[in-house]
């Protein structure tokens, strides 16, 4: 009988049969065969595939197998992806990565009885601009063109089964028919970027930073770049701005020059332009189901300087002064000036948005969606505008921005970030951060603290020694200054010190007090030491331990708090009983459940309705209980001690 043709002239189908796969491996200057160990494939069921090829070259796209890059053809009847045995050899020498096994295939030529050698099957990861799925492909003995099964194209979304049909060859014309917005770096016709500038403020000529000699000659090659595309120019004569420059290294090998902007933009008046939110751009999306996403290339470089505002963006390296002919990165009111600039430039084209350097084309149908890209290329050409084709993508069902993936299903977050979130890479450094402070899991607690209390009792002293000889608002900004940070810094760590080293904490803020209010004895909780601040730090510590088991056993926890809140000469059920007989505390309750606060009656609660929160007849802020009125006077003669931390919420 005669052998099958080649399989770039098939028009047939695959079925399940067993056969083996060899390998061809080269020992000692001789080629032997090794047969690979038989096993079973999993899939026995008889599967189909309808290639349909012409004569002439047919149109193919490269898809990244395995790390090695292979220019197929998509089949749309396929259920298997196919290749020939020349191409795994050439697959084998470029250190493919794959898991190659034994497969219980058969291969028929269409209307032939004989099956196609086929010699096995390997799973891969296939790859085309961005997506990736996991895929594997039949080995055949024979000659012909690589196959993109049905089911692999569509997961790599370049093939859409439907009445709608749309083909990668679409990207190529528009590749072809924009040329020019595709190369170069663009420059706006007919607009120059004019600085506002604040006169009073005087420039400033900042010194220099060396760079590294292991960079100097990447940055000499990146210095030359950006003078041949017209962004830069050096400097002749004098300027009276200069700004030091920031190489850093990128991962492609690249490196990036990042002037140090602050003092000049000091100087820079903001442009106060209002910028798009995403809340904003998604709203317009309202049904759309295709969607297109532009990437200017070179963001804010497409934008020309005026020349009498380029002496502000004058920066330094190697000695030598360079300054900025296009918009640049870092400047204060660079975004809200590309902002405004690039939504006048699109300005007229129907259902666009953009974000900074992103342009969303979308629609509700193909045709819709096509109509609307054409004008935005059409115009992106008349204002002499680029874009990156790397970045940008055409005809999606989904694409991503902002961090949420946009698709006629709806809206949803980004894998990548939701990964990010669920799976947090682990610290690399031996520092880890707990309660707001960096810890060392080297420290010593019990000599840092003890030196901070040294700091403390000095700075004191220090407070003591002058009291008699400033004023009283003076002495206050340098408690501030000098020793409150300290305080608070125990305040945040309290858990990490013993009881000996809190008790000496204590005894250095009781006087503390004293130092500030003129007394020989602890002072209460006057209003002076509240407007500065002033914490018991021993009733911090039963707070904390309260915020703690509020996060922890949520309903629990606000009881807790009520219950240890209360002056301890006063019972819980007391102030209960009296809170569900009182009018203003009834009403007061029943705005807090049904959150409507729309009243004049209670007016004053307004300000703080967000912290308040009811357990059972009783009303707290965050971990302070509220008293009625009546009972403050006798609250105040009750507790021994104001100053411990037992605080009346009450507003007149």
């Known amino acids: 009988m005669k052998k099958s043709s080649p399989l770039s002239f098939i028009i047939g189908f695959i079925c399940l049969d067993e056969q083996t796969f060899r390998r061809e491996e080269k020992t000692k200057g001789r080629k032997t065969k090794k047969s690979v160990r038989s ?111 049905r089911e692999t194209a569509i997961q790599l979304s370049v093939l859409k089964l439907g009445t709608q049909i749309y083909t990668m060859t679409s990207n190529v014309t528009i590749m072809s028919d924009y040329k020019q917005i595709f190369e170069g770096v663009g420059k706006l016709k007919h607009y120059q970027v004019k600085l506002r500038v604040n006169p009073d403020v005087p420039p400033v000529v900042q010194p220099v930073r060396r760079t590294p000699f292991s960079l100097r000659d990447k940055v000499k090659e990146k210095i030359e770049e950006l003078i041949a595309m017209d962004i830069i120019e050096p400097v002749e004569g004098p300027t009276p701005w200069a700004s030091p420059v920031v190489v850093v290294p990128e991962q ?256 250095l803020q009781n006087r503390a007090a004293r130092v500030l209010t003129f007394s020989n004895y602890d002072a209460d909780a006057t209003e002076l030491l509240e407007f500065l601040g002033w914490k018991n730090l021993a009733r911090q510590q039963e707070i904390h331990k309260a915020t703690m088991m509020f996060r922890c056993l949520h309903g629990l926890a606000p009881r807790f708090v009520a219950v240890t809140a209360a002056p301890q000469a006063m019972k819980t059920r007391e102030i209960e009983e009296a809170s569900s007989e009182d009018r203003e505390f009834v009403e007061l309750r029943q705005y807090i459940k049904d959150e409507n606060w729309k009243g004049d009656q209670h007016k004053q609660y307004i300000p703080v309705c967000s912290e308040l929160c009811v357990i059972g007849k009783l009303i707290l802020r965050g971990t302070r209980l509220s008293h009625l009125a009546s009972w403050i006077e006798l609250t105040c003669i009750l507790s021994e001690d104001y100053s411990t931390g037992y605080a009346i919420v009450y507003y007149s």
């Open 252 to 507: 492609s090998d690249e490196i990036r020059l990042c002037a140090d902007m602050r003092r000049a933009n000091e100087a820079i008046i903001r442009e106060r332009y209002p910028i798009l939110t995403v809340e904003e751009v998604l709203q317009s999306l309202n049904q759309s189901t295709v969607f297109s996403k532009l990437d200017l290339k070179w963001d804010y470089h497409y934008l020309e300087l005026h020349p009498d505002s380029r002496s502000i963006t004058t920066f330094t390296i190697h000695c030598v002064l360079y300054r900025y002919k296009r918009l640049m990165f870092g400047i204060s009111s660079a975004p809200e000036v590309n902002q405004h600039v690039s939504q006048q430039s699109l300005q007229g084209c129907e259902d666009v948005a953009n974000i900074s350097d992103d342009i969303i084309i979308h629609g509700k149908n193909t045709e819709e969606h096509d109509r609307r890209l054409q004008r935005v290329l059409k115009r992106l050409k008349e204002k002499n505008l680029t874009l990156n084709a790397e970045k940008s993508e055409f005809h999606m069902t989904q694409i991503v921005f902002m961090g949420l993936v946009l698709s006629n299903n709806g809206i949803g977050p980004a894998e990548d970030k939701v990964k990010a979130i669920v799976d947090p890479r682990e610290p690399q450094s031996s520092a880890t951060k707990s309660l707001g402070v960096i810890i060392d899991d080297k420290l010593d607690w019990h000599s840092h603290i003890e030196k901070l209390t040294k700091k403390i009792a000095s700075g004191i002293g220090a407070l003591k020694r002058i009291r008699h000889l400033i004023p009283a608002s003076t002495l206050h900004l340098i408690y501030q200054a000098l020793v409150k940070p300290h305080f608070d810094y125990c305040d945040i760590v309290w858990g990490s010190c013993g009881k000996t080293l809190r008790d000496k904490l204590q005894k």
């Open 39 to 149: 096993t079973r494939s999993q899939r026995d069921e008889d599967e189909y595939v309808f290639t349909v090829n012409s004569a002439t070259s047919p149109e193919k796209i490269a898809v990244t197998v395995g790390g090695v890059v292979v220019s197929m053809l998509i089949d749309s009847s396929a259920n298997s992806n196919v290749i020939d045995k020349n191409l795994w050899l050439k697959l084998k020498q470029d250190k493919i990565k794959c898991a190659s096994r034994k497969s219980d295939k058969k291969l028929y030529a269409y209307g032939s009885k004989q099956p196609l050698n086929v010699l096995g099957t390997f799973s891969a990861p296939a790859r085309v601009e961005g997506k990736e799925a996991e895929a594997e492909f039949v080995v055949i003995n024979s000659e012909g063109v690589a196959l993109l099964g």
